[in-house]
């Protein structure tokens, strides 16, 4: 799909995606749970649709009726290999669920997620005692349980995913387990594994983010429960405001553990109009400055600060470009490639990035089948001299399949 931004002004309300992180997480928890759970407002992206075939596929029963799924909990050992799609959460959370099982579970994927490294899958899970094999550090991820418990020395510096799948799992290994973990990134989508796993009824304890300590055997307890709005994909649209006119966004909850509602100190730092409640943000374009910003414990913030960073008054400064590389595509060469088609100077200078901010062309991008890229550059598209053309913006359905229908309710010709 190729989609065409034309240079606009913004202006209206719209509602924040559902967070396909916590989605996922509801999903597979609720999955392994006793009885039956209800969890509503999962959104429609591919990799929430990806988490349901697999819990299905684990022997989950899951009934989807307008917002509401019900999920009848109970896993075994799946018939036929387990397809996550293009989710690198899903494969590694999956993965570890697998864990817990007496038999062999074979796990692959779809599309960009065969090009990532699946090795830190692998050596974690061996450093839990579990069998497990890959490809050459590749798909697809074969795993043989039991998860025994214990003690288990995790390296957290390349993603928290790991360690989330193995914390979900852990509440049904054969003994207790102790997570002692070093140079643990994304601490926040942790904090979101932790309270979601106590939110279900078990026990996890965390001692300064260097020891989680997971009693079992325990059981997750079915419940009712609400997935909050994507910070992620609320970002694109906050950024839209600062830039190009003036948006209100609701349906985001600001006592949340998601990393990525750090885009209002973003903004805020840059000098965008800001305004926020309890119920809404509302953002309006100001003379912008440069900023600097650490996204190391939030990367996916990337891709809309540096649409700021173009509209910002000189250069601005980004840190956490090692959390890049492993992404949907290598984020940080593709942001630097695409945007650079739209004039803009990005440079890679150790672990920061650097953006001068100026006016940026119209031109012909590409989503490098990365649904941030994607919605990076149709908001940059909106204060281009001359219209955006976005190659394979389908990526979008990843995360926010509604992004550009979004987009255009806000949208007021110029």
């Not at 909990?73 to 690198?88: V, Y």
């Not at 914390?167 to 002692?180: D, M, N």
């Not at 973990?181 to 932790?194: G, Q």
Request: proline share 5%.
């Amino acid at each position: 799909m190729t989609i065409e931004i034309t240079p606009s002004t913004v202006k209206g309300q719209v509602q924040a995606p559902a967070s396909k992180s916590v989605a996922q997480r509801a999903i597979a928890i609720a999955s392994l749970a006793n009885g039956t759970s209800e969890i509503y407002y999962t959104g429609k992206s591919d990799d929430v649709q990806s988490a349901i075939k697999v819990c299905k596929a684990f022997g989950a029963e899951i009934e989807e009726k307008g917002e509401k799924l019900t999920v009848k909990g109970g896993i075994q050992t799946p018939s036929a290999p387990l397809n996550c799609g293009e989710s690198g959460l899903g494969i590694r959370m999956f993965s570890a669920i697998a864990s817990i099982l007496n038999e062999p579970v074979t796990l692959t994927g779809e599309g960009s997620l065969k090009e990532r490294p699946m090795d830190m899958i692998e050596a974690s899970l061996k450093a839990a005692g579990v069998q497990c094999d890959t490809q050459n550090g590749m798909l697809p991820v074969v795993v043989n349980g039991p998860l025994k418990g214990g003690i288990v020395n995790i390296d957290g510096s390349a993603s928290s995913q790991v360690l989330t799948g193995l914390l979900i799992a852990a509440p049904y290994a054969l003994s207790p387990v102790t997570f002692r973990v070093s140079d643990l990134k994304s601490r926040p989508y942790v904090d979101i594994t932790t309270r979601m796993m106590q939110d279900f009824g078990v026990v996890v304890e965390n001692k300064d983010y260097e020891e989680f300590v997971v009693p079992a055997p325990q059981k997750y307890i079915s419940r009712s429960y609400h997935v909050e709005g994507d910070w992620s994909g609320a970002a694109f649209l906050l950024v839209a405001g600062a830039i190009a006119g003036e948006v209100t966004v609701t349906n985001l909850d600001f006592q949340s553990a998601q990393a990525d509602k750090e885009i209002l100190a973003a903004l805020k730092n840059s000098g965008a109009e800001l305004i926020v409640d309890k119920e809404s943000i509302f953002v309006k374009k100001a003379p912008l400055r440069a900023f600097r910003f650490d996204a190391t414990h939030c990367p996916d913030l990337f891709p809309p600060l540096v649409a700021l960073a173009a509209a910002s008054d000189g250069i601005s400064q980004i840190r956490g470009v090692s959390r890049l590389r492993s992404k949907e595509s290598d984020r940080a060469t593709a942001l630097q490639q695409e945007f650079g088609k739209l004039g803009l100077y990005v440079s890679l200078e150790g672990d920061n990035m650097l953006i001068k901010g100026n006016s940026l062309t119209g031109g012909r991008v590409f989503s490098h089948n990365d649904h941030r890229i994607a919605m990076a550059c149709a908001i940059a598209g909106l204060t281009a001299s001359e219209p955006v053309i976005i190659d394979k913006a389908e990526a979008v359905n990843k995360s926010y399949p509604e992004f550009f229908e979004d987009l255009r309710k806000i949208t007021v010709r110029s």
